[in-house]
Nanobody, 123 residues
Framework: QVQLVESGGGLVQAGGSLRLSCAAS??????????MGWYRQAPGKQRELVAA???????TYADSVKGRFYISGDSAKKTVALQMNSLKPEDTAVYYC???????????????WGQGTQVTVSS
């Protein structure tokens, strides 16, 4: 029911920057955001949390991206963005937007995922 659409991925040289954006929407119902965030998965590796932000503004970052990546969100607009600076080759992965939502019409709290966007950092 809830759709997450990501944008902003691409190819960038090491040391460069990218900004990922994600928007959550639903056709035929209303919902509210509890938390949104970004996860990433490199080939042959486990999916890991990159950053997350609650509707109250509390943020969480993976140690590997602290000081380089910055997450922001707007729970009213149901969007989240990830500013990625000083990118490294090891940041190369598919990045997935995640949203934890409350859907009152179906009385359900659920996690939804975007389709993923590729970020490739060349050395």
């Amino acid at each position: 029911q809830v759709q997450l659409v990501e944008s902003g991925g691409g190819l960038v040289q090491a040391g460069g920057s990218l900004r990922l954006s994600c928007a959550a929407s639903k056709s035929g119902g209303i919902f509210s955001i509890n938390e949104m965030g970004w996860y990433r998965q490199a080939p042959g590796k486990q999916r890991e949390l990159v950053a997350a932000i609650t509707s109250g503004g509390t943020t969480t970052y993976a140690d590997s991206v602290k000081g380089r990546f910055y997450i922001s969100g707007d729970s009213a607009k149901k969007t989240v963005a990830l500013q990625m600076n000083s990118l490294k080759p090891e940041d190369t992965a598919v990045y997935y937007c995640n949203a934890n939502v409350w859907e009152p019409y179906i009385r359900r709290r659920s996690d939804y995922w975007g389709q993923g966007t590729q970020v490739t950092v060349s050395s």
